[in-house]
């Protein structure tokens, strides 16, 4: 079984009812997994400057993965582990704060739109505009009505994506409750961790059903056939690492981006270098 | 002898008489260059994370990272290798190609300015504005008197940089005619390089003195105080490869980076956190 089979979030799907300690797809433990990584960082590195060498011959497909996940629920190191095993020439991360003056002076999507990954690159958004319909639905940032209507406008604007050859890979780290509080003890006790700790984060703790339910109901109104939500649960990180890892190099492989042939006479050019 | 003393281009440098296959500051063979290179990967790492917390509380130190070099010369080789060692979320890689119709309406730093890294940011330029007194220079794009006048432009704003907290490391990697041969010939060779070659690159070198010229000339008058040359002998990549790592491991020691302190009381935070 592929890991997009494993991990689809169906029309059934129920966030509350996943093990979020589970490993689906796979049987190996934590050893196991960490083993098969520099290998598939290699595939995900040849794939992805397969990717960008098609660009260069006037390709124009492109991936666009989009992290979202609790606080501590690993996207720091999916960016680390995942996207930093590949070459940092072939991806872009961009990370998705709290909106500034200017961004929230504009439609949500205007600095989403500006951060889309250019042909032969795999866009990375550690969050992203599914924020519009999380934090801001549990924090009554807008109206109901605004944000109730924000679902048919993402599917709307992923599908513009796909139409402009983006393969959206979209995966939520779902991590349980109890886990994020040992994380963020964790932080607490660590010294060198103090600076990633934010009061702010227990406060939303208290919030933690209402997280649930927006993300439920992003995944079950968004998960579209042109651009699926993928759930990893992520209370095991070397599973959310694999996981993802092997996301993105299954997409990669349907892409099954191929060298570009040589635009000019090889023999030619050849004499010609000789000749220097 | 650390690599910056070793690397350093002083008043005297002759671009001709380095020896393009040497090792400077370092004894071993490849073996022991890349036996060192997951250590040295973790250094880096540990002191970039460093300096990034560092700027989530109000530091404004940044590092900018220039590299340049000839067609071949391993520009590529850096960022995946020793740019792509570190923590993707840390760094930024800006690659700097034929300025576009936009660029060209503006200062040929405008582009520059765009592109420099943020607080607690490794800013990598592969090429720079070193372009401008360097391919401008060999290829005439502007009349004398222009790029004449951009060595001691470059000087101040490199000044302006440094004053603005950022460490600014000048890397040329420096090949030997012979070896670009060697390695154009392998893209001709190889199906899957065929894309990273371009006629064009041939015709580049019937200008290797001019260049040779342009780039002792950028050396000579840019190797500041504030913001020296590094010369670094790349016919054999894994010396580039260990000597840059270095040299960014030498400059971020000297930053030497500290875990912020936490602005919350800890044990408060920890009781509230129990709570939850």
């Keep these: 079984m592929?890991?997009?089979?494993?991990?689809?979030a169906g029309?059934?799907?129920d966030l509350e009812a996943l093990d979020k300690a589970s490993s689906p797809g796979f049987d190996g433990d934590k050893e196991d997994a960490e083993a098969l990584m520099p290998d598939l960082a290699e595939q995900a590195s040849d794939l992805q400057e397969r990717l960008y060498a098609e660009s260069k011959a006037g390709g124009t497909r492109k991936v666009l993965l989009v992290i979202q996940g609790m606080d501590t629920s690993g996207k720091g190191g999916i960016m680390r582990h995942v996207v930093g095993a590949m070459d940092p020439q072939g991806s872009e991360i961009t990370s998705f704060k709290s909106p500034?003056?200017?961004?929230?002076?504009?439609?949500?999507?205007w600095r989403i739109r500006k951060a889309l990954p250019e042909p032969g690159i795999i866009g990375v958004f550690d969050r992203s505009h599914y924020e519009d319909v999380?934090?801001?639905r549990v924090r009554?940032?807008?109206?109901?009505?605004?944000?109730?209507?924000?679902?048919?406008?993402?599917?709307?604007?992923?599908?513009e994506l796909v139409d402009d050859d983006t393969t959206v890979i979209k995966v939520m780290l779902a991590i349980s409750n109890e886990e994020q509080k040992e994380r963020l003890a964790e932080r607490l006790e660590r010294d060198d961790k103090h600076?990633?700790?934010?009061p702010g984060d227990v406060d939303e703790r208290a919030l933690w059903g209402d997280y649930m339910e927006a993300y439920q109901a992003a995944i079950t109104k968004c998960s579209t056939a042109h651009a699926p939500?993928?759930?990893?649960?992520?209370?095991r990180k070397w599973y959310a690492r694999l996981a993802v890892m092997n996301l993105v190099i299954e997409h990669l492989t349907e892409l099954d981006p191929q060298w570009p042939e040589a635009d000019f006479d090889v023999e030619e050019q050849k004499k010609r270098l000789a000749a220097t």
């Design 2 to 8: 592929t890991f997009r089979d494993a991990l689809r």
């Design 11 to 13: 029309e059934d799907f």
């Design 100 to 109: 500034t003056k200017e961004e929230l002076s504009h439609h949500y999507l």
């Design 134 to 136: 999380l934090i801001v």
């Design 140 to 159: 009554n940032l807008v109206p109901p009505e605004q944000w109730g209507a924000r679902y048919d406008e993402i599917n709307a604007f992923e599908q």
């Design 195 to 198: 600076w990633k700790f934010n």
């Design 229 to 235: 939500w993928y759930v990893v649960p992520a209370d």
